[in-house]
């Protein structure tokens, strides 16, 4: 036992066998799917979820749950990135260790470097990042819990944070994943399209599946991401994306309605106070925009 | 001045204004904590959760299960960018962070807290427990944040009931699902004792203030206690404390504090 | 019972102190308790690498640990972080706005305490580069074996903190007789056996203090030569203001 300093030394393992340290194996899940093929999960945002952030959001689909804060505008630092005439934006998505049962370092870790770059290049689409020069955003994302459709997900999740930093925006983002099953062999039918698989539905998909995501701008009937990965015919391809786009329209609403809310309340409480009122509020709890003067980059 | 502007410019003659009346900005008083707020089971993913907010401090904690040879428990807290500004700064997490680790690590394996042989379940395999502990929100005390989260969640934790592994050569354990030959039972984590701890901060005029806020901390030194089974761990990193009179002065506060959060994790 | 090298339980390895065993930075010092040896530079005041690292009131204290062979770990960033807070309470940071001070602590034989001994040579590195200080902050350990009945060490060596059941790392100023940090790891103690270590930890800090301050006053002449002859090298606007504080402080 050493307070600090050089750890102990640790005794040499005697046999080299097969090092014993593993993760049991859980159970294959039966996916099994209630919903309808057409059918999302159940969905929740939440808005300034974290009060020392500029802008956060918090998105809850079935069991996926993901985070997203903003830093920012601050200095864009002088020595490391030349202060440009275009303002910055620093994505980086993280998945917390917990966020699956099957959980592995290495491949989470490759799967944020794909994300921070989809998702760097399509909010830098609708960022009005001109007006920020000389200026940077920080956006993390922390993947708290992975059930499925993550990268849309996060997707709006980021651009609910950025609308909520007050970062001067093109359009609000939303999105949706679709699946496709292909036929099966035995069964008569055509390929199936499932919207919003969950992770045992995804890990239950057989060969030549396919998937695409779809980001869409709601109030500009814009695609701004389109991703799949997985052979797709021409013709399933178009339903696809058209499910995906009405999906994504009604998410958009969702999202839309979600910052209004927010900011009628907030408008509420800035009446509330200026009219001299007395505010009922928790001391433990103050509210954010009482509480938050310093989002940490004067 | 306008008050806002002294809050920020200069925070320390803002406090002393507060601390003269026996209050703080926040409205609590000196040895006031913040509401305390746990949530159990907040992840389907992990065998024990738990998420736990103080005031505006908010923190999740998750626990994964491996097996070992020797069984134990291996916290790990994670201060990561988006919980605040101060720590966009790799440098400036690492050195709390692994301080954090390394503390609750050793507090939580204590004889006294933890007793590892309920870990051990087959021949040599142990179940050794991460606790993986992310501040989502910090706004001061992460010690008691994260102790209390790590509690919580090993609390929470149910281990599952564990087969031999079909058609693998080596010994290899798997979860076991309903109906099938179990060479471990399922079994809840029990702790022996809870080590529960409590922080003061000194304030410039030499107060001290139990549960501080960010600005707290940054003001002065801050003393963590941890009480475990009627004894004292200490750990105070920095600044100045009367040396003769501090502890006395402190532990009788702690200890009737600890009462409280001993009822918070009683709480269903 | 007995310790292995016949000291009592009260009794520190012999201190010693080696000012500025390194020329070229800006204040050096080597500390060691019997063979456990840390060495410890400075350097600054000086512009930040950085501008995030700038304060616009205060100086930025860097505290940089080296193990002594392989790459830093979590142990030492456990150290950095412990000893940035410690410096930080002694070093007047508003004396130098706008600039970052930097630690060096380099570990160079182990042998228990060695917490202790890294704070006490970053400190005495902090006072050879003459940086404006409030107080001093010297650092002991102690371990503490509670069975059969309870015995406190102090300033354990290696062998001696693997018998024990907690130890405790303690850092006093004591000029104003006021605890800068402490930490304990192992077994949770009485409020009795806390106020006891204090109380031998103050004594023994004084000790200590006394052995370095003996050694910096019978350098004082030389090295005050020497810093002159650094302030060229360093060129106009770097800080020299607290040098002359710092050792005024030190002799008196």
Request: a negative charge.
């Amino acid at each position: 036992m050493a307070l600090l300093g050089e750890p102990p030394v640790q005794p040499e393992r005697q046999d080299f066998s097969a090092p014993l340290r593993y993760a049991p194996k859980a159970p294959p899940q039966r996916s099994v799917r209630t919903r309808r093929k057409e059918e999302t999960r159940p969905c929740q945002l939440r808005i300034n979820a974290v009060p020392n952030a500029a802008g956060s959001a918090y998105l809850e689909q079935g069991r996926t749950k993901i985070l997203a804060t903003v830093y920012g505008p601050r200095q864009a630092e002088r020595d490391r990135q030349q202060a440009r005439a275009e303002g910055q934006l620093f994505v980086e998505v993280h998945f917390a260790p917990f966020c699956a049962r099957d959980f592995n370092k290495e491949e989470s870790e490759k799967r944020a470097v794909l994300y921070n770059s989809i998702l760097q290049s399509t909010l830098e689409s609708v960022i009005l990042l001109e007006r920020y020069g000389k200026t940077a955003f920080d956006v993390t994302l922390l993947v708290l819990e992975d059930d499925g459709a993550v990268l849309t997900g996060s997707l709006a999740a980021a651009s609910l944070a950025l609308a909520d930093a007050k970062v001067e925006m093109r359009d609000l983002i939303a999105g949706a994943t679709v699946h496709l099953k292909p036929r099966d062999a035995s069964a008569a039918g055509g390929e199936e399209l499932l919207l919003d698989c969950d992770r045992a539905e995804e890990l239950a998909m057989p060969e030549k599946s396919a998937v695409l995501h779809l980001g869409l701008c709601p109030a500009r009937g814009l695609v701004c991401l389109l991703h799949s990965v997985g052979p797709l015919p021409p013709k399933p391809f178009e339903q696809m994306v058209l499910l995906a786009k009405d999906t994504a329209e009604a998410f958009g609403a969702e999202m839309r309605r979600c910052l209004q809310d927010q900011v009628h309340r907030r408008a509420e409480k800035k009446r509330a106070r200026s009219f001299g009122e007395i505010l009922e509020v928790d001391s433990s709890f103050l509210d954010e925009d009482m509480a938050v003067l310093d989002d940490g980059y004067g | 001045m306008d008050a806002d502007l002294l809050q920020r410019f200069n925070p320390e003659e803002f406090y002393r204004h507060f601390l003269a009346d026996g209050l703080r900005p926040d409205g609590r008083s000196l040895r006031e904590p913040r509401r305390a707020e746990l949530q159990r089971k907040a992840l389907g993913s992990a065998l024990g959760s738990a998420s736990l907010r103080l005031g505006r401090s908010s923190a999740l904690a998750g626990v994964r299960g491996e097996l070992d040879e020797i069984g134990r428990i291996e916290v790990s807290v994670d201060l990561p960018p988006l919980c605040s500004a101060l720590f966009r700064e790799k440098h400036r997490a690492l050195g709390q962070m692994s301080f954090l680790s390394k503390t609750l690590t050793e507090v939580l394996n204590l004889q006294s807290v933890f007793d590892a042989t309920q870990l051990v379940c087959h021949g040599e395999a142990s179940w050794v427990l991460h606790v993986h502990i992310i501040c989502l929100n910090y706004d001061g005390n992460a010690f008691d944040l994260c102790l209390l989260a790590a509690i919580a969640a090993l609390e929470d934790t149910d281990l599952p009931a564990l087969m031999k592994e079909p058609g693998t050569e080596a010994e290899r354990l798997a979860i076991a699902p309903a109906e099938s030959e179990i060479v471990a039972e399922a079994r809840k984590l029990v702790l022996l004792a809870r080590p529960l701890p409590v922080t003061f901060a000194r304030m410039p005029g030499g107060q001290w203030v139990q549960d501080p806020c960010a600005v707290e901390e940054s003001l002065g030194a801050s003393v963590s206690l941890c009480l475990v089974d009627g004894r004292w761990l200490v750990f105070h990193q920095g600044g100045g404390a009367d040396a003769n009179r501090f502890l006395e002065e402190l532990m009788p506060v702690a200890r009737t504090s600890t009462e409280k959060l001993a009822k918070l994790l009683d709480d269903p | 019972m007995a310790r292995r090298d016949g000291r009592s339980a009260n009794q520190l390895r012999p201190p010693q102190v080696e000012l500025r065993p390194l020329q070229r930075a800006d204040g050096s010092a080597r500390f060691r308790f019997g063979d456990c040896t840390v060495l410890a530079a400075v350097y600054g005041p000086k512009e930040p690498r950085t501008r995030h690292r700038e304060l616009c009131d205060r100086c930025t204290l860097d505290v940089v640990v080296r193990p002594r062979v392989g790459i830093p770990g979590p142990q030492e960033r456990q150290m950095e972080a412990l000893l940035a807070r410690q410096l930080e309470y002694v070093v007047l940071a508003t004396e130098y706005p706008r600039t970052q001070i930097s630690v060096i602590v380099q570990m160079s034989c182990c042998d228990g305490s060695t917490a202790a001994v890294a704070g006490n040579a970053a400190h005495l590195a902090l006072l050879d580069a003459g940086v404006a200080m409030k107080a001093t902050a010297m650092c002991v350990a102690l371990g503490v074996k509670l069975s059969p009945e309870p015995v406190i060490w102090l300033d354990p060596t290696e062998l001696e903190e693997a018998q024990c059941d907690a130890l405790i790392s303690l850092s006093m100023d004591g000029s104003r007789n006021q605890l800068v940090s402490h930490i304990s790891s192992g077994a949770p103690l009485d409020a009795t056996i806390w106020s006891s270590c204090i109380e031998a930890a103050d004594k023994s800090c004084k000790a200590c203090l006394d052995t370095a301050f003996s050694r910096v006053s019978r350098d004082a002449g030389t090295a005050r030569r020497r810093h002159c002859g650094t302030v060229d090298r360093r060129g106009a606007g770097a800080v020299r203001k607290g040098s002359k504080r710092g050792w005024q402080f030190a002799t008196g």
